[in-house]
């Protein structure tokens, strides 16, 4: 049997992730061999990926990453089981590097067949899902192309945005972050009322129908109330038509608009955990 050195199974746990124990066991199984032992590891995350598989994946961090030149963003979710591993530096740090190569992907799918160090995005996850015992996966990816792009990432990693503005301006930095932050806080479903899908407005205007008739509003007044209470509905839950958080006396295409007249928000994106 081969003598395994503390320095072996340090480096072992470098290359792995793996825990102290866990490589001194799979060295000495290996007779010492290095590679044979980061296959027994791999062996190991696919026995445990396995029957794990039919475990919920609500817990995590949901991490945002930007290009140097702020023209692309990404948002992604790396979900686990249990928020103690969620709030883990290693998992954290290992979800920030996914969300690096994800900068460079325009799917998911492109994105788990990325490689990460010697392994494919999906093939790490299945290694570390051994190293933790937890069933891990990316459970959310967008992506954001525009002039200038922001981001903001909630207490936690609960929650992560990304806003994409018209130009790259003075204090488009700001603009992005504290829009990001309204997206992440007010969750809106489109970003004007042209975004809205039309089934979720037909159902609304018929919402406030049959409001107006339980409250004995004759029939030929519904539809006019109703368009108001519309405009209503577009006003609370969509981006640009929302009150600014920071300031409720104006919306958030005004306030974009005060950096500059022609500045405004032309996508968003908005990730969370669950």
Partial sequence: MAKITAAEVNNLRKTTGAGMMDCKKALVEADGNSE?????????????????????????????????????????????????????????????????????CNSKEELLNSQIGELTVSEKLIEQTGVIGEKLEVNAFEKVNAPFVGSYIHAGNKIASIVGLSANIQGSDVAAKDVSMQVA??????????????????????????????????????????????????????????????????????????????????????????
């Fill in 36 to 104: 044979k032992a980061i296959e027994i590891l791999r062996k190991k995350g696919q026995k445990v990926a396995a029957k794990r598989a039919d475990r919920e994946s609500s817990e995590g961090a949901a991490i945002t990453k930007t290009n140097d030149d702020n023209t692309t963003g990404v948002a992604i979710v790396l979900g686990c089981e249990t928020d103690f591993v969620g709030k883990n530096e290693d998992f954290v740090d290992l979800a920030n590097k996914i969300a690096e190569i994800a900068l460079n």
């Fill in 185 to 274: 806080a007010m969750n809106p479903i489109a970003l004007d009322e042209n975004g809205v899908d039309s089934v979720v407005i037909e159902k609304e205007i018929e919402i406030a129908k049959d409001q107006l008739r339980s409250e004995g509003k004759p029939e030929s007044m519904l539809d006019n109330i109703a368009k108001g209470k519309l405009k209503r509905f577009f006003k609370d839950n969509t981006l640009v038509n929302q009150d600014f958080i920071k300031d409720s006396k104006q919306s958030v295409k005004n306030y974009v608009s005060s950096y500059h007249q022609d500045l405004c928000v032309v996508e968003f994106k908005r990730v969370a955990l669950g």
